[in-house]
């Protein structure tokens, strides 16, 4: 049965994509501004699951020190700060509130 599943899976997205390459592909030559908002895709479903494991705790939300760094990192990315600045401020940021 697992044999079944992996082949299965690996069958669906081989198909998915093929069909990405052959119909989608064409679509966002075509239109830029698609293929501009493709390319966001991937760097919101990291910032989705950094959010997520960030606040949740199996199947509780966690509002910690954790998501006050987690902030402090999202404000200094968006006013474009250097990376080594925005770790080290969530890391000290995180650190001070726990010890509060």
């Known amino acids: 049965m697992t ?3 992996i082949v299965l899976v690996a069958a669906g997205v081989w198909g998915q994509r093929l069909a990405g390459m052959f119909l ?4 966002l030559e075509r239109r830029p501004i698609l293929s501009r908002a493709a390319s966001l895709i991937p760097a919101a479903v990291i910032c989705a699951v950094i959010v997520q494991l960030t606040i ?3 199947q509780q939300l966690v509002i910690d020190a ?3 760094g987690l ?3 999202g404000v200094l990315v ?3 700060a250097p990376f080594i600045l925005i770790v080290v ?3 000290a940021t995180t650190a001070i509130i726990r010890a509060l």
């Open 66 to 68: 954790r998501l006050a």
């Open 56 to 58: 949740a705790n199996k």
């Open 71 to 73: 902030v402090v990192a």
């Open 3 to 5: 044999t079944i599943g």
């Open 78 to 80: 968006w006013r474009k």
């Open 89 to 91: 401020a969530a890391a």
């Open 24 to 27: 989608v592909g064409p679509i």
